[in-house]
């Protein structure tokens, strides 16, 4: 059973260029949540999506956006991109029901942006 | 607002027990529970309800105080494997994994 996945897995990119990330979930999960974790930081939530719409959001400029496709998969995508957007983006996945409190996290993305 | 969580790092030997706390400046409706090893995902620990209940993890326990709005984990005989950074995750609407607001982290190190 395959967990949550994420490519790319590094990705250096320069400031004002734009970046999309993917993500797909663990098998049997609907609900995709995408965090940033700055270095030695904890991760913070950009948004989730559910049912292929944007269900909540967290304190992120417009620059993020997302998509979530009718398998479930999901991109991140970041526009105009700044010095303080290099991070490691997660990836978690979840379902929706009673076990919805458990979300599966995957290996990441690291952005450096030079 | 971002939990505090303390300390923020602790060496213990294998077999030594460790409390971390989670304290929130806001109402706490439930609080998760992850551990992060290094260069790793977080993995899911356990959730804490309000009203008492408990999901996840049989080996670490933790507990919730609503009129404090703090929890803390125990780890108990701990072990090689509990070495890394735990976070503890505050939101969670209605209890779900939903914007979730992530503490400062507690970096663990078990030695022999």
């Known amino acids: 059973d395959a967990g949550v996945t994420q490519s790319p897995t590094h990705l250096i990119k320069t400031r004002g260029q734009q970046v999309t990330l993917r993500c797909s979930p663990k098998?049997?999960?609907?609900?995709v949540s995408w965090y940033q974790q700055a270095l030695g930081q904890g991760p913070q939530f950009i948004f989730q999506y559910y049912e292929e719409e944007e269900r909540q959001r967290g304190n992120f400029p417009d620059r993020f956006s997302g998509h979530q496709f009718p398998n479930y998969s999901s991109e991140l995508n970041v526009n105009a991109l700044l010095l303080g957007d290099s991070a490691l983006y997660l990836c978690?996945?979840?379902?929706?029901?009673?076990?919805?409190?458990?979300?599966?996290f995957g290996p990441g993305t690291r952005l450096t942006v030079t | 607002q971002q939990p505090v969580q303390s300390p923020q790092a602790v060496i213990l030997r294998e077999g030594e027990d460790a409390v971390i706390n989670c304290s929130s400046s806001k109402a706490l409706y439930s609080v998760h529970w992850y551990r992060q090893k290094h260069g790793e995902a977080p993995v899911f620990l356990m959730i804490?309800?309000?009203?008492?209940e408990q999901k996840g993890h049989d080996k670490i326990s933790a507990s919730f105080n609503e009129k404090k709005q703090q929890s803390s984990l125990y780890l108990t005989a701990s072990q090689l494997s509990y070495s890394g950074t735990y976070f503890c995750g505050t939101g969670g609407l209605a209890g779900t994994a939903s914007k979730l607001t992530f503490g400062t982290g507690t970096r663990l190190q078990v030695t022999l």
């Open positions: 978690a996945s979840s379902r929706q029901g009673p076990y919805a409190y458990e979300q599966y």
């Open positions: 098998s049997g999960h609907d609900t």
């Open positions: 804490l309800l309000k009203g008492g």
